[in-house]
């Protein structure tokens, strides 16, 4: 039986050894228990969004790349499909990202790098590893 690859782990691993961190070290920053850091670098359990996102803050990620992780985890969830607010991106439009992504075709083993919308430019967009980009301009309205 083939081993599955413990990716969320092998990227949470990699952001804490980056920032010097301890397991208890960075469940002290993030506001989890130290079990819960383990049991996600060590593949044991998947965390939801939210505990996702309160990690990736312990560990000061940049926005592009807390997005990324928290991508990675909820492509392993059975349970969560919600994206944190990401300060200053309405939560409506990141919550509906996973949709896009899976009507897209597009798998998080395919992803090489997202650039979240910026003052300069609009566009969400999602750089795949075959060369390819999408793109997306999301304007809201209010309903009438």
Excluded at 112 to 122: A, G
């Amino acid at each position: 039986m083939k081993k599955k690859v413990n990716k969320i782990g092998i990227l949470l691993k990699g952001y804490r050894k980056r920032a010097n961190l301890t397991q208890p070290q960075l469940a002290g920053a993030s506001g989890v228990a130290t079990s819960i850091v383990n049991d996600v670098e060590n593949g044991i359990r998947n965390a939801g969004s939210k505990t996702l996102d309160r990690i990736a803050r312990g560990l000061n990620l940049s926005d592009e790349e807390r997005f990324t992780f928290i991508m990675v985890g909820l492509s392993l969830s059975k349970r969560d499909f919600l994206i944190p607010d990401f300060s200053d991106y309405p939560p409506e439009v990141l919550n509906y990202l996973p949709f896009v992504f899976q009507k897209s075709g597009i798998l998080p083993k395919t992803v090489k790098k997202i650039i979240l919308p910026s003052k300069e430019d609009k566009r969400f967009q999602v750089v795949l590893k075959n060369g390819k980009t999408m793109a997306m301009e999301i304007r809201l309205s209010p309903v009438k």
